[in-house]
């Protein structure tokens, strides 16, 4: 039966377009045939600005390599020229890095100062100790002990923060002093309450 209903879907379908389909082309041909007068005077505007005259191309003029004659000049790749200008960086230790590199090294010397805050101060023997918060552990650090990648060793510990010298490479590759300083961090204490 659902064979005998397919074919006949099929041509009622077919039916049904058959009216619609002239109305359809009167309306295509209707929106096809306006008037191109419009479109005729832009293409003509448009040629008019074309220029007439195409100028002709210039071939390029063919590459002739040059020797290089060194004659009196100086090598520009001597290994003893460039020694002067490279940095050194590793090539031998300078005196200022040799004692830090023969110490063992610190807990703290393998975390940079940004990761590091100072909270709080300490006072053990009339010496001032420090406490460093690194993640969520304190560190109790002195006068002497190092800090950070660069060789940082504490010089002072003050109420507002402690002071540390850092040993760095310049522009030259040369190991120099460089100081730094972690400030205390915290909320201020508050003040006397007013007793009214």
Not at 12 to 23: F, G, K, M, Q
Not at 81 to 102: F, Q, S, T, W
Not at 152 to 171: C, F, H, K, Y
Request: hydrophobic share 40%; proline share 13%.
């Amino acid at each position: 039966m659902s064979l005998a209903l397919r074919p006949w879907g099929r041509c009622h379908r077919i039916a049904v377009l058959r009216p619609s389909l002239p109305l359809l082309l009167a309306l295509l041909l209707a929106a096809c045939s306006d008037d191109h007068a419009e479109l005729d005077a832009w293409m003509a505007a448009q040629q008019a600005t074309l220029p007439r005259k195409v100028e002709p191309f210039v071939p390029p003029q063919p590459f002739v390599p040059q020797p290089y004659e060194a004659g009196e000049r100086p090598d520009p790749y001597n290994p003893a020229r460039l020694a002067g200008v490279l940095p050194r960086a590793g090539l031998r230790p300078d005196a200022l890095l040799a004692p830090e590199l023969k110490r063992p090294r610190q807990p703290l010397e393998d975390v940079p100062l940004d990761q590091m805050a100072m909270v709080g101060l300490l006072s053990r023997a009339a010496r001032p100790q420090a406490l460093l918060k690194v993640g969520p552990t304190l560190h109790r650090v002195q006068v002497g002990d190092y800090l950070g990648p660069h060789y940082g060793r504490i010089t002072a510990i003050r109420d507002s923060g402690l002071e540390l010298r850092e040993i760095v490479q310049d522009a030259a590759g040369d190991w120099v002093l460089r100081p730094a300083r972690l400030e205390l961090q915290g909320q201020p204490l508050p003040g006397p309450k007013d007793s009214r």
